[in-house]
């Protein structure tokens, strides 16, 4: 895949060893929700570093000292439905306090473009990095349309994190919108002729919510 700038593909053991576990079919609904709750947890931590932060003063039993936190909200969580909603636990563990959007996207089964049935965005979310959240990017309509949405909300600050990603769905989204960052746990070989990731994981919504 051609180099991108804002694409960030991590190639670290922990998740790879992960990953191994989520894409096999014996794994079972409760271990793969667990799974990509950590997953998610291990990208953001590495995503960021650069996070907003504020100063604020602590009194220890000893002295008043100044330190840094994490600025107010700094970061907003916006799965796309459904399968997005199995990482936000994953960023609530860093984020505890981060309010939620959602945004509801499904695949047409022939087309494979996306259709949007929901869309409720917490105010505000034009002055907070924007965390769009889906484990799974094949052809990447579903990001593009996500992304769209947000933009016309007047977020100015966009980062996708997706699980398993093809780079057919990564070129797409970084050609459609260059300023997103892109975070992928894993790049995977090629969609399928039903546009189905390879090796892949299956469907990630009916995995997370047990509905096949
Ligand atoms: C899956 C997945 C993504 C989308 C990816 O959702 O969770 O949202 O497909 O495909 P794309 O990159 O080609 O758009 P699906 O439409 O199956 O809905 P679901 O999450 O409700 O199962
Ligand atoms: N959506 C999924 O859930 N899995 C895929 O392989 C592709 C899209």
Do not use: W
């Amino acid at each position: 895949m051609k180099e991108y700038q804002n694409v960030t593909i991590f190639d670290h053991p922990l998740i790879r060893h992960k990953v191994a576990i989520l894409r096999d079919k014996a794994t079972g609904m409760k271990e793969f929700r667990e799974l990509v709750e950590e997953i998610t947890t291990l990208m953001v931590y590495e995503a960021f570093k650069d996070v907003p932060t504020k100063k604020v003063i602590v009194e220890t039993p000893l002295e008043k000292t100044e330190q840094t936190m994490v600025a107010d909200n700094a970061v907003t969580i916006i799965p796309i439905l459904r399968a997005g909603l199995g990482m936000v636990n994953g960023v609530h563990t860093l984020f505890p306090t981060a309010r939620v959007g959602h945004i509801g996207l499904y695949r047409d089964e022939e087309t494979l473009e996306p259709h949007e049935y929901y869309c409720k965005l917490p105010e505000g979310i034009e002055n907070s990095i924007a965390i769009l959240l889906d484990p799974m990017l094949a052809t990447g309509g579903s990001a593009i349309g996500a992304i769209d949405l947000l933009k016309k909300r007047g977020c100015k600050e966009i980062r996708l994190m997706n699980i398993i990603g093809v780079p057919q769905g990564v070129e797409a989204v970084a050609n459609a919108h260059p300023d997103v960052k892109i975070y992928v746990s894993t790049l995977d070989r090629q969609l399928n002729e039903v546009g189905y990731i390879l090796p892949g994981l299956g469907d990630a919504g009916d995995r997370l919510f047990g509905t096949k």
